[in-house]
């Protein structure tokens, strides 16, 4: 019996080994990443210029899809470039120290009153950010 376990332990040794070689490395890149990433610090803040192209790009996106009818799916589409417009502007507002649009609807998450999106628009026009200007033609 006791060359039997010997047997069993002498073939898994060699896969026991090589496992723990694989995941020692594993441990070892991302240990070194995370280490680099501290030491690089945050990464630096997005140009002004570039928040404010992609807000006019997203909201006038925004403002052709609310009136195009030939879109399948128009409801969930609409719902992301709301998101990705009001991820903008809070982004926008944390740079520049705008309040960023609060929630309206607590049923609703990640729904935002018209008004209050208004307000940061306005908020951000009055700092020189002004996201409308692109979309007008």
């Known amino acids: 019996m006791r060359a039997a376990v010997e047997l069993i ?5 060699p896969t026991v080994v090589f496992y723990a070689a694989l ?3 594993r441990l070892a890149a991302w240990c070194a990443g995370r280490w680099r990433s501290r030491l690089a610090g945050p990464p630096p803040p997005e140009p ?3 928040l404010q192209a992609d807000l006019r790009r997203l909201r006038a ?4 899809m609310e009136t195009r009818t030939d879109l399948t799916a128009k409801g969930a ?3 992301a470039l709301r998101a990705a417009y009001l991820d903008a502007l809070g982004s926008a507002c944390r740079r520049l120290g705008v309040s960023p649009p609060a929630g309206g609807d607590p049923r609703h998450p990640g729904r935002v009153r018209q008004s209050e999106i208004y307000r940061v628009e306005s908020a951000l026009r009055q700092r020189g950010l ?3 200007e692109g979309a007008r033609r």
Do not use: S
């Open 9 to 13: 332990g002498v073939i898994l040794l």
């Open 23 to 25: 995941r020692g490395a």
């Open 48 to 50: 002004v210029d570039r």
């Open 61 to 64: 996106e925004l403002e052709a």
């Open 77 to 79: 589409r609409l719902r």
């Open 130 to 132: 002004d996201v409308r």
